[in-house]
C-alpha cells in the first residue's frame, strides 16, 4: 500500500515571500501521478498542481512549481510571491496507475496548515 | 468551469438512522468517486464507481455503506445506520475518463457535505 507523508502539520509565512511544503511518499510501482490540492476554510478541495512521474521536468503552474525527486521519493511544493489568498489546508496526494479502469484512487496525506501573514 | 453539485451542503442525523447523500456529477464525466474527511484529519478513499458497479472500495466502505447511480445523473451514497463516527464532510468527485492519463484530464471535487451524527 502507498503511503505518503507531510511532516510538517503548520506552517506561516509573510506575504510575498516564498515558502516550501514537503511530501515523501513511499510505493513498489512505476507509474504514477502526485498532486498537491488546496483546501480552503470553505473545505472545497481545489487541484494545485500535479506531476507525471515518467516526467523527469518539475511541473508549474504560474506561481506554484514542485520539486519532484523520484529517486528520493520526494515532492515538494514551491509557492513564489505568497498571497493572503494562499491560506489554506495543503494536500500532497499519489495516484498509482493500474490498467482496471476506475479503480484510480488518491491517497493523501495528513495536510500542512499555511497561514501567510499580511 | 463545470462543477460538481452536492446536497445537502450540511446534515444532521441521529445514530441509528439512514441517510442519503446526493452529487451531481458533470454530465460526460463516467467515473465517480466518494472521499471523506474526519474533522482535523486526512482526506480518505471510500468508493470508486464505474460503468453502474463499484470498481474499488476501501475497509472504511463496510456494508453500512452503498451507492446507486438511480437515474443517470446523480450519484448517491447510503449510510444504512448512522454512527458517530461516521461525522465527516463527505466529498463526492468525478472524471470524464480514466482521470489522469490525458495531461489535461483532472479528478473534479464537489463542496462537500457535512455530516453530523448525534
Known amino acids: 500500500a502507498q503511503t505518503v507523508t507531510q511532516s510538517q502539520p503548520e506552517m506561516s509565512v509573510q506575504e510575498a515571500e516564498t515558502v516550501t511544503l514537503s511530501c515523501t511518499y513511499d510505493?513498489?510501482?512505476?507509474?504514477?501521478?502526485l498532486f498537491w490540492y488546496k483546501q480552503p476554510p470553505s473545505r472545497q478541495m481545489i487541484l494545485v498542481i500535479r506531476?507525471?512521474?515518467?516526467?523527469?521536468q518539475n511541473a508549474t503552474e504560474n506561481r506554484f512549481s514542485v520539486n519532484f525527486q523520484k529517486a528520493a521519493k520526494s515532492f515538494s511544493l514551491k509557492i513564489s510571491d505568497s498571497q493572503l489568498g494562499d491560506t489554506a489546508m495543503y494536500f500532497c496526494?499519489?495516484?498509482?496507475?493500474?490498467?482496471?479502469?476506475?479503480?484510480?484512487?488518491?491517497?493523501f496525506g495528513t495536510g500542512t496548515r499555511l497561514t501567510i501573514i499580511p | 468551469e463545470p462543477e460538481v453539485t452536492q446536497t445537502p451542503s450540511h446534515q444532521v442525523t441521529q445514530m441509528g438512522q439512514e441517510v442519503i447523500l446526493r452529487c451531481v456529477p458533470i454530465?460526460?464525466?463516467?467515473?465517480f468517486y466518494w472521499y471523506r474527511q474526519i474533522l482535523g484529519q486526512k482526506v480518505e478513499f471510500l468508493v470508486s464507481?464505474?460503468?453502474?458497479?463499484?470498481?474499488?472500495k476501501s475497509e472504511i466502505f463496510d456494508d453500512q455503506f452503498s451507492v446507486e447511480r438511480p437515474d443517470g445523473s446523480n450519484f448517491t451514497l447510503k449510510i444504512r445506520s448512522t454512527k458517530l463516527e461516521d461525522s465527516a464532510m463527505y466529498f463526492c468527485?468525478?472524471?470524464?475518463?480514466?482521470?489522469?492519463?490525458?495531461?489535461?484530464?483532472?479528478?473534479?471535487f464537489g463542496s462537500g457535505t457535512q455530516l453530523s451524527v448525534l
Open positions: 464507481f464505474y460503468n453502474n458497479e463499484i470498481s474499488e
Open positions: 468527485a468525478s472524471s470524464v475518463g480514466t482521470a489522469f492519463r490525458a495531461t489535461n484530464e483532472k479528478l473534479f
Open positions: 496526494a499519489f495516484m498509482n496507475l493500474i490498467s482496471n479502469f476506475g479503480n484510480e484512487k488518491l491517497t
Open positions: 510505493t513498489s510501482e512505476n507509474n504514477y501521478y
Open positions: 454530465s460526460n464525466h463516467l467515473y
Open positions: 506531476q507525471e512521474a515518467y516526467k523527469q
